[in-house]
């Protein structure tokens, strides 16, 4: 059911109906909350339904966050540089994960922004109709909040649980195949 309230929250600001609308629940004030409180079927989530990743001891992480990496390296690291650590041409992902709130970050990647100003002229394209982005965008959230509290170091990670069926199911729907 909690899983059900991200993947709704996802596609109310995919629709852009979150800037109009206020979420049933508050998002919560401290976005540095990164603990999983819980898991379903292979992802991890915050005490607030927030995805979070998870390592294990022996530096085993979670399918979510590998999928992440491979998915950020394949879309975003032209832009935000290698393992989210920023390049001249735009901001270090690892940080804003950390500044950004879920919802925020959501918004950002599905819609884009443009930032124009005396300092700053920036734009970030709108990747909402971008399935190899937006069938993933949990998982690249969680691997930039992973690099961004260093939980995860730099390099492709060595170690991970195994994907779930019911990822592999979402994904199969989410691609079309299924």
């Not at 976005?31 to 998870?54: L, M």
Request: aromatic share 12%; with cysteine.
């Amino acid at each position: 059911m909690r899983k059900l309230k991200v993947l709704f929250a996802a596609a109310f600001v995919a629709t852009g109906a979150f800037s109009t609308m206020t979420m049933a629940e508050d998002v919560p004030e401290e976005v540095a909350d990164v603990k999983a409180a819980y898991s379903e079927d292979g992802r991890y989530f915050t005490q607030y339904d927030i995805p979070t990743y998870n390592v294990q001891d022996d530096g085993t992480i979670d399918w979510p966050t590998y999928s992440g990496f491979r998915r950020y390296h394949s879309e975003c690291h032209v832009c935000h540089g290698p393992e989210g650590e920023g390049s001249t041409y735009a901001p270090a992902l690892k940080k804003s994960a950390m500044t950004m709130d879920y919802y925020d970050f959501i918004d950002v990647v599905t819609n884009g922004r443009k930032k124009v100003s005396a300092s700053e002229n920036s734009v970030m394209p709108a990747f909402g109709t971008n399935p190899n982005v937006m069938c993933y965008l949990n998982d690249i959230y969680v691997y930039m909040r992973a690099r961004g509290t260093d939980a995860v170091p730099r390099g492709r990670p060595r170690k991970k649980e195994p994907k779930s069926d019911v990822i592999r199911a979402d994904e199969k729907a989410c691609l079309g195949g299924g």
